[in-house]
């Protein structure tokens, strides 16, 4: 029982004083002198388990796809025919998967419609719902009309084949590619949106390089199949070449700004442990800088080093795209249980959620002097 004067009063553990717990627990930084409870999180962190980062990066691969598709269809000509033909084909088996992996993580199919019950424009995981199934629908019509035009399973000249090839390609073509658009980037911008500290801090870039690693594995991937099955031209893929080498200059930019933002020890889940090897050497250097170098190594190459070099390239530049979701998902959950890394993100943001003592008073102190008489005024109890 606590003595006679001190009743009520909370005892306050030695970490809040600056000491150390009896089990040892460091209770302050050294560095910036922050004061944490146990060493506990200040928030909790994901439950999301590998399905998502797995649809984070197929949704990005299948939205790049969907980009260089539209742009193959309306600016490439004859040379790009097998582009547009495998970006419709691989955006329909690749949107089912997303949509499957999705409902997976949610555990019931039901969950998913109720999110299409209601439009939330607030919400990017309403929106992105949205997304994924008005991209879905789209690709299965430009499948059928690709199906019905290549004579494969559908006769062209059959009456469903002459009612496919009368869908309208261009209007399709263009949501396609805008949808596309919105599906790479829009996983970043819902990781942004949450408090864990990786994802928020610097958040604003989070969504552009998804987008930009969604653009570089999907142009990838679309040169993959064209080498693999002998339809890609040297003129169309030294086209795709360029779109991934744009890609992964914007990816590179884009992670040199968040180096900037990113304060060190929200980043640190990206520079040490499994995770920090996999964003630095599959994600960063295989990913991104391999390829580039590649690319363009392949443009002063004979023909045949410039084909082995430009596959060397996409498959390193899908592989590297796997690599970043699951470094930037994973490190994002050992972040949440960084207390340290949640103060580093919140110190001196405004509208952070609990103002020190000291600057709760000065608030008071200027409230009261700009209404002195409402500051006094006392309130009748109801």
């Known amino acids: 029982m606590a003595r006679s004067g001190q009743a009520g009063r909370m005892s306050i553990p030695a970490e809040a004083n600056g000491q150390r717990s009896p089990r040892g627990d460091a ?188 653009l570089a594995s999907g142009a990838a991937a679309l040169r993959l199949v064209g080498t693999l099955n002998g339809t890609l031209t040297t003129e169309a893929g030294e086209d795709i070449a360029d779109v991934e080498t744009v890609a992964e200059l914007a990816q590179l930019g884009l992670v040199a700004a968040r180096e900037v933002m990113v304060p060190a020890r929200v980043g640190r889940p990206l520079v040490r442990g499994p995770w920090g090897i996999l964003w630095r050497g599959g994600a960063v250097g295989g990913g991104m800088l391999g390829p580039l170098a590649l690319n363009v190594a392949g443009r002063v190459a004979g023909p045949r080093a410039r084909q082995t070099l430009g596959t060397i390239a996409a498959g390193l530049a899908v592989a590297g795209a796997l690599a970043e979701r699951f470094a930037i998902t994973e490190a994002g959950k050992r972040s949440a249980d960084d207390p340290l890394a949640y103060q580093a993100m919140t110190r001196g943001l405004p509208g952070k959620a609990r103002p020190t003592a000291a600057e709760q008073a000065a608030r008071a102190s200027d409230e009261a002097r700009r209404h002195p008489f409402q500051a006094h005024q006392v309130v009748p109890e109801r």
């Not at 942004?192 to 500290?197: S, Y």
């Open 27 to 214: 209770a302050v930084s050294g560095a910036e002198g922050s004061i944490t409870y146990y060493n506990r999180p200040m928030i909790k962190r994901p439950t999301w388990k590998w399905f998502i980062p797995l649809y984070f990066f197929l949704g990005g691969l299948a939205g790049g796809a969907a980009v260089v598709g539209a742009a193959a269809e309306f600016l490439g000509g004859p040379k790009h025919r097998a582009t547009v033909r495998h970006a419709r084909y691989l955006t329909l088996g690749l949107a089912p998967v997303c949509a499957a992996l999705l409902i997976a993580d949610l555990g019931r199919p039901a969950r998913f419609y109720r999110m299409l019950r209601v439009f939330k424009g607030s919400s990017p995981l309403n929106v992105g719902t949205y997304i994924l199934t008005l991209f879905g629908a789209v690709s299965g019509v430009l499948a059928v009309r690709q199906v019905a035009e290549d004579g494969v399973v559908i006769r062209r000249e059959s009456v469903l084949g002459r009612l496919a090839r009368a869908v309208p390609s261009a209007p399709l073509t263009a949501a396609h590619g805008l949808l596309g658009l919105a599906l790479g980037g829009y996983t970043g911008t819902l990781l942004a949106v949450t408090a864990v500290p990786l994802w928020a801090a610097g958040g604003t870039l989070l969504g552009p390089l998804f987008l930009a690693t969604g």
